[in-house]
Every structure is written in C-alpha cells, then in structure tokens.
C-alpha cells in the first residue's frame, strides 16, 4: 500500500474551515484514500474515504486532486470536539489499514 | 445498535496469568478486527477475521490467540504475557472485510501486564 505523508500537528480557530491536507504521491489506481481520527483515549473514528472523486458526508469532504498524488480533507466548521488525531490511509484492501503517526488537530476557542 | 462493545475497560493481569478480551458487534457485519496501541504510537493491526475465519495474521506472537466463536463475537485470549504487551487493544468490526469497507472501533482494552 502507498505510503502517506501528513503534517505532524496543526491548529484551527473553532467556527473556521479545518483543511487536512496528506501527501500520497506512489498511490496506484486501485487504491482508495481513507480518513480516520482517534479523540483522546477512544477508539478509531471512520470519516469518509474515496478513490477518485470528490466525497462529501455529514462529518467532512474529501477533495483527491486529479492525479491522485494528494488528497485534503475539510472540516467545514471545526469545533472543540473536533480536536484529534487525523490519520490519511491509502490502501488496497480495507481490510488492512496501516496507520502512519497523523495530524494532531487542535482547534482553539 | 449501532457500536462496538468491549470488555472489560481494563485489565491487569501477571506475566503467569491467562485472561481473555472480549468484543461484541450486532450491526450483522463480517468482518472482526484486533489492533495494539501503544502510547502515543497508532493502532497496529494484529488479526482479522472474515467470515468467522482468520484471514489475516500479521506474525503477532503466539501467547495471543484470537477467537471468533460467531459472527458477532471476538475473543483475544491471553497467556504468559510480557509486561511490553501493556497496550490499549481496540476491535473492530466492518461490513464486509473487503472492497471499500469502513471500520468501526471499539473503545478499547487497556491492558497492564505487571
């Protein structure tokens, strides 16, 4: 699976856009970008994932650029609950995710 | 219902002891999963069960030993533990274990091996 390159730490204003962005430049054709997040001492969070289009649900949207080389994703209005680690996964089968250290996401008040 | 149990929360166990992990999904998906995470470290995948059959092994060592008894339920039993096996153990469970799947974690159990 292709390797992923994130940011190690970013912070937003609250009420602001949150745009996440993650570098996966070997992705190959059949590979799809996943997003996840893990909120202080719980478990994994799905947020959405694509393959080439662009995604949106009720958490965030999914923007993968016409190579497929990066991918950003947007919180629309963060919030303090937003504050996580962000993980960009980019994987074959979604059986086997491969978590690489994320984005530490900190939204301010 | 829509989540993931686990049980217990914690667990403190010695390195002779035997314990099991337990988690439980009721959303009819096919697919189980167990993950380690260290502290401060991301979730690594240990084992995955798909259909009720051990699909993936990633050469976790062999004093972890999964179980899935139906397709709701997954065990983790425990044995001869070393006190570096102290981690937080996440489950999870997806749809379908194949194709553009999401997964769906559990809480976790945080393991000390003392």
Same mark, same amino acid.
């Given at each position: 699976?292709?390797?992923?390159t994130q ?5 937003c204003?609250?009420g602001?856009?949150?745009n996440l ?5 070997? *992705?190959s054709g059949?590979?799809y ?8 001492s719980?478990g994994?969070?799905y *947020?959405?994932? !694509?393959l080439k289009?662009?995604?949106?649900n ?5 923007i *993968? ?14 919030? /303090?609950?937003?504050?996580a680690v962000?993980?960009c996964i980019?994987t074959? !089968? ?6 690489g250290? !994320?984005?530490? /996401?900190?939204?301010?008040? | 219902?829509?989540? @993931?149990t686990?049980?217990?929360k914690?667990?403190?166990?010695g390195?002779?002891n035997k314990?099991? +992990?337990?988690?439980?999904?009721h959303? #009819?998906?096919r697919?189980m999963?167990? &993950?380690?995470q260290k502290?401060?470290? =991301? ?5 995955v069960y798909s ?8 050469? @976790? =060592?062999? $004093? ?9 339920? +997954?065990? +983790? ?12 153990y ?5 749809? &379908?274990?194949? #194709?553009a799947?999401?997964q &769906?974690? #559990?809480? #976790?159990? $945080?393991?000390?091996v003392t």
């Amino acid at each position: 699976d292709a390797k992923t390159t994130q940011p190690t730490s970013m912070d937003c204003a609250e009420g602001r856009a949150a745009n996440l962005p993650c570098n996966h430049s070997t *992705i190959s054709g059949n590979e799809y970008v996943y997003w996840y997040r893990q909120i202080h001492s719980q478990g994994p969070q799905y *947020i959405i994932h !694509g393959l080439k289009n662009n995604e949106t649900n009720e958490m965030a949207s999914l923007i *993968i650029t016409e190579d497929r080389k990066s991918s950003t994703l947007i919180l629309p209005h963060a919030t /303090l609950r937003d504050t996580a680690v962000y993980y960009c996964i980019v994987t074959r !089968g979604a059986q086997k995710l491969v978590f690489g250290q !994320g984005t530490r /996401l900190t939204i301010n008040p | 219902d829509t989540e @993931v149990t686990q049980t217990p929360k914690h667990l403190v166990m010695g390195m002779t002891n035997k314990k099991s +992990l337990k988690c439980e999904q009721h959303m #009819g998906h096919r697919a189980m999963y167990w &993950y380690k995470q260290k502290a401060k470290k =991301p979730p690594e995948l240990m084992f995955v069960y798909s259909y009720e059959k051990l699909s993936i092994n990633e050469s @976790v =060592p062999s $004093r972890f030993s999964p179980e899935c008894p139906n397709s709701s339920l +997954l065990n +983790l039993h425990l044995h001869a533990l070393q006190p570096e096996d102290s981690a937080l153990y996440l489950c999870a469970s997806s749809p &379908y274990g194949q #194709g553009a799947d999401e997964q &769906y974690f #559990g809480p #976790g159990t $945080r393991l000390t091996v003392t």
